[in-house]
Structure formats: structure tokens, C-alpha cells
């Protein structure tokens, strides 16, 4: 007869063991309930009267009684949601010899066999005028002359962003593989078969009841998607860990046609990721660095010109990318100011809200004469801003229409700066940078917002519960010392 793996009975052991924890106080009380009531039910009905009058309670007494405990049971067996607490993070930090210098970039673009004399200058130009330096890295298939997308190439940078980033978390945290109940990854434009999460489960050996989720073309903003997604399964599941990983692998979406509007991504996306340690478990509040405030998503999908405003085609030669709209701008304001209303009164001082409802109901009532319109001050309800780097453009526009300083913006342009466009995982970059120059300090809230296709826009709200003890190891460790750097407006390549 086949033996009980050891492993699931001690699954069950801890799971007996936490239900009877989390039913402490019922124990003890439904015996007594009992029994009072079964000592009520041998009475007859002359004695319950005669009984209830020696009390000498009146019925308006009686009423307000049972009504106070009636509230009182409610407001203990509701449901309430567990607090959500981030451990900690990690980010992949590419290797040296990945980097991809500006003149290397010219250079190759003008070597492969496919691009046009425009197609070169425009990339070019696009590359002057884009916020990134000169130490972003490609991985080495998109290298090559001509770049070789295989499969083959793209499991092995998938491999190496993510089992990179998941080891620097086990190192930072102790955590142990097989002692995390969710697994949430994404990656928007690579799934393979199989996915992402079962190479991560294979090469970690995890657990074979393990909830695991691989979420794939949901954009940029897939990270707090997948922040959220994690979220929601620990309030399902009491004293669990989530392992949340967020990428976009490269390899495969080399763009080796002549469109303009599908020329950007390359342009702009980087190797990064993310790999990221939740737990709903009290016992870990004292060595988390921040709990989960809100989680607010904004999907405007509906609406045609925002669902095709980053959309993956194929161009008039069979060449499939990305094509970025002309409107995208304009869709992401608009995806910002509907997530904003959400987000707005949970976090706004009382104050900014009044303010911003009267500047509302001026507009509302006297159009064009009311005024402009009022921008609430965000700056006091964060110490932090973190945006998604998608690029200068979405940096600029964000803090052009929220009246943002640049201090606040900093962490993003130095990230878009210093690593390019990592898609998901940018925000991830930017909280290291904050951390490891030193500003987080505990009780700090941290704004995170991330755009995608779809249209979507999705933030989060941090607080910091301990703050990170300097030096910062992490993605910044070789590097901080030279940022904040001046980004110019242009730097000519031709």
C-alpha cells in the first residue's frame, strides 16, 4: 500500500490548526449558548413570563438590548478584509556587457537588411528626443545582425529576468519556495507553452497545490493587475503568501518593418522585472516594508479609440508589432482623470476635496466663467509618486496636468533613464530608487500608476511600515551615486 506523502499531512495539520485560531472565541461561547438553550426550552411557557417579569426589564429596555447585541454580533462575525502587507521586492539588474549605447543602436539599426534610410533616421530621432541614457540593455538575440527571434531565445531571456529577480527576493527575505501559496505572473507579449508561472513552479519546485496564475496582453499595467489579482486570493485565503513576478520579455517583439507608429517600442522597451512577496499573515507586519492601502483599476475599453490605441497588427509586408496612436496621449488623460475621481477622495486631505467640488460645480453652472478648472494638490496626501517610465511623453503629460514638482517625478525619469521602458516592472524600479536614495521614511504613502492597453490605468497606495536601512541593495546599488543625472531635452546622434 502506497504511504501518504508527508508533505500533505502536515498541510492539513497547519490547516487545523488555523481554523481552530481563527475560531478562538467561538469555541468556548456555542457550548454556553447551548446549554442556555436547552435549559430555556425545559421551561413552560407561565414560567419564561414569570421570569421575565422578576427582571423587572420594561419592553422599550428589552428592544434596545437585543438591538445593541444583534449590532454588536454583526459588526464582530462580518467579514473584514486582512491587510495586505508587501515583505519585499527585487528587480533583475542587467549584466554590463547587455547594455545598449546610443551609437551601438544607430549602428545597428543601420546594419540589419530590413529598415529604410527613414525608418533609420526616424528611430534615431525618436531615441535623441526619449529620456533614455546610454546604459539600457537588450537582450542578446535583438543584438545580432540580423536579430534572431527564436523561441528558443526568448525562454532563455525569460529565464534569465525572472529566476534573476525571484533570487535576489529569496536571498532578501529567507523566504522558501514551497512555503508560497499564490503565484501570480505576467508577461504581456510572450506565452509560451507552457507558461511562464509553470517554468517558475518547475525550476523552484513548488508546491503541487500552489494557485498559480499567468496573466499575458494586458499591457504595462499588468503589474498592479496582478497586485490586485494576488490581493483579492489572500483575502480568500487567511496566513498565505503570494509571489507576484512582472516582465515583458523583448526577444520576440523586435518590429522589423517600416511603420513609423510601430517603430516606437523599439525604440523604447528594455530588459527588466520584478518579483515582488505579499502575505496577509499578522506575523509578518513587523519586517514588511509596506501595506496595501487602496487599489484602484480603470478600464476604458469601451470606447473604440481607446481599445485600438496600442494594438498589435501586422503592417502592409506581414510584419507584426505594436502600432502606438497618435491619441494615446489623449486616452491616457482621460484614463487618468476617471481613475483620479476614484482615487481621489480616499486619499485627499478634506480640504482639497471641497476645494476641487466647488471648482466643479463653478465650472458645472458657469461654464467658461467659472474658472479653470481645480487640480487637487497631491502632494499632500503622498510623499511619493511613482509613474509608470513608459517614456518622456507620459512623464511630461503627468506632470504637466496634476501641477506635479519635479522632485516627485524624479524617481521616474531617472528610471526611464537608467533602464528604458521594463513595461510592468518599471514601478518597481522607481520605489528602489526612492529607497536606495535614502527618502522613505516610515509612514511615507506611495502612489504607484501604471498605463496600458486596453485602455486601462490602474494606481496603488503604499505606506511604508519600516523603512529600508542604507546601503539599499537592489538594482540601483552600483549606479545611485550618480543620479539624480541632467537628462537633456535632445542629445543629436545625426
Known amino acids: 500500500m502506497r504511504a501518504v506523502p508527508l508533505p500533505r499531512f502536515l498541510s492539513s495539520v497547519k490547516l487545523g490548526y488555523l481554523n481552530v485560531v481563527n475560531h478562538l472565541l467561538a469555541f468556548p461561547i456555542i457550548p454556553v449558548m447551548v446549554a442556555v438553550l436547552l435549559q430555556v426550552l425545559e421551561l413552560g411557557p407561565d414560567e419564561l413570563i414569570a421570569h421575565w417579569r422578576s427582571l423587572g426589564i420594561d419592553t422599550i429596555h428589552a428592544l434596545c438590548t437585543?438591538?445593541?447585541?444583534?449590532?454588536?454580533?454583526?459588526a464582530y462575525f462580518m467579514p473584514r478584509p486582512s491587510p495586505v502587507y508587501l515583505i519585499d521586492h527585487a528587480c533583475f539588474r542587467p549584466l554590463r556587457t547587455d547594455r545598449v549605447p546610443?551609437?551601438?543602436?544607430?549602428?545597428?539599426a543601420s546594419l540589419v537588411p530590413f529598415f529604410d534610410e527613414k525608418s533609420v533616421r526616424f528611430q534615431?530621432?525618436?531615441l535623441e528626443s526619449s529620456g533614455l541614457g546610454e546604459e539600457t540593455c537588450l537582450?542578446?538575440?535583438?543584438?545580432?545582425?540580423?536579430?534572431?527571434?527564436s523561441m528558443e531565445a526568448a525562454c532563455a531571456e525569460a529565464r534569465l529576468v525572472l529566476f534573476s529577480a525571484i533570487d535576489e527576493l529569496i536571498a532578501k527575505t529567507g523566504l522558501k519556495t514551497r512555503d508560497v501559496d499564490i503565484l501570480v505572473v505576467n508577461c504581456s507579449l510572450f506565452s509560451p507553452t507552457p507558461s511562464l508561472s509553470a517554468m517558475i513552479v518547475n525550476k523552484y519546485k513548488m508546491r503541487s497545490n500552489i494557485m498559480s496564475f499567468n496573466l499575458s496582453g494586458m499591457g504595462c499595467s499588468a503589474g498592479l493587475i496582478s497586485i490586485d489579482l494576488a490581493r483579492s486570493l489572500l483575502q480568500a485565503h487567511p496566513n498565505s503568501y503570494a509571489l507576484v513576478v512582472s516582465t515583458e520579455i523583448i526577444t520576440p517583439n523586435y518590429y522589423a518593418g517600416n511603420e513609423r507608429s510601430m517603430l516606437l517600442p523599439n525604440c523604447l522597451f528594455r530588459m527588466g522585472a520584478a518579483a515582488v512577496l505579499l502575505s496577509n499573515s499578522r506575523r509578518e507586519e513587523d519586517r514588511a516594508k509596506y501595506r496595501l492601502l487602496h487599489l484602484m483599476r480603470t478600464h476604458e475599453g469601451a470606447d473604440d479609440r481607446a481599445y485600438r490605441c496600442v494594438y498589435e497588427e501586422e503592417d502592409g509586408e506581414g510584419n507584426s508589432g505594436i502600432k502606438l496612436s497618435k491619441e494615446l496621449m489623449a486616452v491616457a488623460g482621460e484614463a487618468l482623470r476617471a481613475n483620479i475621481?476614484?482615487?481621489?477622495?480616499?486619499?485627499?486631505?478634506?480640504?482639497e476635496q471641497l476645494r476641487f467640488l466647488a471648482s466643479l460645480v463653478a465650472q458645472r453652472l458657469l461654464g467658461a466663467r467659472g474658472g479653470k478648472p481645480?487640480?487637487?494638490d497631491f502632494k499632500r496626501a503622498f510623499e511619493h509618486l511613482c509613474i509608470h517610465a513608459g517614456g518622456r511623453a507620459v512623464i511630461d503629460e503627468l506632470q504637466r496636468s496634476l501641477g506635479l514638482p519635479a522632485a516627485l517625478v524624479e524617481a521616474s525619469r531617472m528610471t526611464l533613464h537608467r533602464f528604458g521602458n521594463t513595461s510592468s516592472s518599471s514601478l518597481w524600479y522607481e520605489l528602489?530608487?526612492?529607497?536606495?536614495?535614502?527618502?522613505m521614511r516610515r509612514g511615507d504613502r506611495v502612489w504607484m500608476i501604471g498605463f496600458g492597453s486596453g485602455f486601462k490605468c490602474n494606481s496603488a497606495v503604499w505606506q511604508c511600515l519600516r523603512a529600508p536601512k542604507a546601503p539599499v541593495d537592489g538594482p540601483w546599488s552600483d549606479c545611485i551615486h550618480r543620479y539624480p543625472v541632467h537628462v537633456p531635452e535632445m542629445v543629436k546622434l545625426l
Open 374 to 376: 481645480c487640480i487637487p
Open 341 to 351: 475621481t476614484s482615487v481621489g477622495p480616499l486619499v485627499l486631505p478634506v480640504t
Open 102 to 108: 546610443f551609437a551601438t543602436f544607430f549602428e545597428h
Open 139 to 149: 537582450p542578446l538575440a535583438n543584438r545580432y545582425i540580423p536579430p534572431c527571434p
Open 66 to 74: 437585543i438591538f445593541t447585541v444583534v449590532v454588536v454580533a454583526a
Open 124 to 126: 534615431a530621432r525618436i
Open 432 to 439: 528602489a530608487y526612492i529607497e536606495a536614495k535614502g527618502r
